[in-house]
């Protein structure tokens, strides 16, 4: 009976102040105690660059670039001081990216990091934009410009280790893994990779010691599997390369990677 | 001339039975040259980092950025295509 006036008590109290808050704003910029015309201008600008900020976001978040574009397009048309000019076009190039407009992500990101020389994700973006145009000359130098920026970045030891190694520059790749997995032994895929730089160099007993500190940190790592047992057929352990190729075939989700493997393991 | 014959009869099986390892090996060392090479690409390429809100660079404190300056891989957001 207590309990029940006592929580009648506390409904009448917490009603005004629920629907108080209800008809409340978030806080988005300082009300204008002022009446300069300039002073009002700018934060009318203010609160517009924050409203579009959160729209252009908004629509990004699912996945709607054609919304977005145009959002992060005025924000730009309103100059902000940094680090929103330089957000902005970030936010941008990942819009114009995703709709397959390269070349504009690209001098997008450019222009951030003109505004921003220190901005780190801009300078990741680049390297993932050139890519994904194709142009692996100018990933290399954008991914050049970023292990520059960053060099204990485990992503820009990455980026330039798999685009070198794509390139046939052997050394680079070799010294961009070996960085990743002094910064992190436990990632497989460093270990992978290097391994496939050391293949390539003939240095067959190096790649299968990286190809099992793969494969002890990750036993599934089909792709890992798969080129040890190829250093297995060409240092001569036939036995061991055909259960290689066994388990390769076994663990492998990709069909392709599958038939590759269980063809050789038949030739052995 | 019978023991002869028999010293023969086991050379040649003996050759016979090293050629015939020496084509299975060299059958393997070709199909790896032919197609294992396809298959021992490097690993995918990482894919582009995130979208960064009005205020998430202030103190450089948001997700793409601590994944582009990240000396460990798995805060980087890089691929874990181990299959």
Not at chain 1, 201 to 213: C, K
Not at chain 1, 220 to 234: D, I, P, S
Request: hydrophobic share 45%; charged share 25%.
């Amino acid at each position: 009976m207590r309990f029940g006036a006592l929580l009648g008590a506390l409904c009448l109290w917490l009603g005004p102040a629920a629907a108080a808050l209800a008809q409340s704003y978030p806080a988005a910029t300082e009300p204008p105690h002022t009446t300069d015309v300039s002073r009002l201008r700018a934060l009318a600008v203010e609160r517009e660059v924050h409203e579009r900020f959160a729209r252009g976001l908004k629509a990004e978040a699912s996945s709607d670039w054609a919304a977005a574009i145009p959002e992060f397009e005025r924000i730009i048309a309103l100059d902000p001081p940094e680090p929103k000019g330089s957000t902005a076009r970030y936010d941008l190039a990942i819009a114009r990216a995703r709709s397959g407009d390269y070349g504009a992500a690209r001098l997008l990101l450019e222009a951030a990091l003109e505004r921003d020389p220190g901005f780190r994700a801009a300078a990741a973006n680049l390297v993932t934009v050139d890519v994904l145009a194709g142009d692996l000359a100018a990933a290399r130098t954008a991914a050049d410009r970023f292990t520059e920026l960053a060099p204990a970045s485990a992503r820009a030891r990455y980026e330039r280790g798999i685009i070198a190694l794509r390139a046939g520059d052997l050394s680079t790749a070799r010294d961009d893994f070996r960085a990743l997995i002094s910064g992190d032994p436990a990632y497989a895929v460093a270990h992978y990779d290097l391994a496939i730089v050391e293949i390539r160099s003939e240095r067959f007993d190096t790649a299968e010691t990286e190809l099992e500190s793969a494969l002890a940190i990750d036993p599934t790592y089909a792709r890992a599997r798969f080129a040890l047992g190829t250093v297995y057929v060409r240092i001569g352990r036939r036995t061991e390369a055909r259960a290689a190729f066994d388990r390769a075939a076994r663990d492998a989700s990709d069909i392709t990677l599958r038939s590759v493997a269980l063809d050789l393991r038949d030739r052995l | 001339m019978r023991r002869l014959r028999i010293r023969w009869t086991v050379l040649l099986t003996l050759l016979g039975v090293i050629a015939a390892a020496g084509g299975v090996a060299v059958s393997a060392e070709e199909a790896l040259d032919s197609f294992g090479h396809g298959e021992l690409q490097p690993s995918s390429f990482a894919d582009l980092l995130g979208p960064i809100t009005e205020g998430g660079r202030t103190g450089w404190d948001c997700a793409p950025e601590r994944a582009a300056r990240a000396a460990a891989a798995r805060a980087a957001e890089l691929p874990a295509d181990s299959r």
